[in-house]
């Protein structure tokens, strides 16, 4: 089976600056979909990014961008210029692109604060 | 368009109540999926389903039921609520394997 781990369960940043968040899994399969949600207090679950392990290149989403590195089994989240409305929680999740109807796997979340 | 829509938002339900949480997509998706996230943690796989008329247990099935006779519609059943089920409930959907999974909004459930 596989799991998630989110080794961080508080980080904070100031507003403008960087921050990244970690996030580890283990798996057996080679082809898979990693993806981070962020968790606002109204509870949403809302995609952040994607990374599919077939493609080298890390994703970007404006200013989100990962660290994918499939040999070392880590994807980690970098946000540039933090906004106020960021702060939340972050999950890493795991989806396998073998089985049919494959679930998502999550670690344990992240929770973000953004100082002023 | 309204995406997927869980009914109700939030319920308070005593010890031994029985209670179905209804889940709607719009969105013509094959895949359907429950998640329970209990305080401080992530979501965790109840129940899913690759198609209408076909399901399968998650990581925890234990005291849920569901059904899918329509494409649309997913909802989830609990029998004889007991507290361990307080939790916010998830469903979410998605077309095929490699598209990202969308959620509803939640609901919030309590078992006092």
């Known amino acids: 089976a596989q799991t998630v781990t989110q080794s961080q369960p508080e980080m904070s940043v100031q507003e403008a600056e960087t921050v990244t968040l970690s996030c580890t899994y283990d798996?057996?399969?080679?082809?898979?979909?990693l993806f981070w949600y962020k968790q606002p207090p109204s509870r949403q679950m809302i995609l952040v990014i994607r990374?599919?392990?077939?493609?080298?290149q890390n994703a970007t989403e404006n200013r989100f961008s990962v660290n994918f590195q499939k040999a070392a089994k880590s994807f980690s989240l970098k946000i540039s210029d933090s906004q106020l409305g960021d702060a939340a929680m972050y999950f890493c999740?795991?989806?396998?692109?073998?089985?049919?109807?494959?679930?998502?796997?999550f670690g344990e979340g992240t929770q973000l604060t953004v100082n002023p | 368009n309204a995406g997927v829509t869980q009914t109700p938002k939030f319920r308070i339900l005593k010890i031994g109540q029985s209670m179905t949480l209804q889940c709607t997509q719009d969105?013509?998706?094959?895949?359907m999926y429950w998640y329970r996230q209990d305080p401080g943690m992530g979501l965790k796989l109840i129940y899913y389903?690759?198609?209408?008329?076909?399901?399968d247990k998650g990581e925890v099935p234990n005291g849920y039921n569901v059904s899918r006779s329509t494409t649309e519609d997913f909802p989830l059943r609990l029998e004889l609520a007991a507290p361990s089920q307080t939790s916010v409930y998830f469903c979410?959907?998605?077309?095929?394997?490699?598209?990202?999974?969308?959620f509803g909004d939640g609901t919030r459930l309590s078992i006092l």
């Open positions: 979410a959907s998605s077309y095929v394997n490699n598209q990202p999974q969308h």
């Open positions: 798996t057996s399969e080679s082809d898979y979909y």
């Open positions: 990374q599919e392990a077939y493609k080298q």
């Open positions: 999740a795991y989806r396998s692109a073998i089985t049919s109807g494959s679930r998502l796997t």
């Open positions: 969105m013509n998706h094959n895949y």
């Open positions: 389903s690759v198609g209408a008329g076909i399901t």
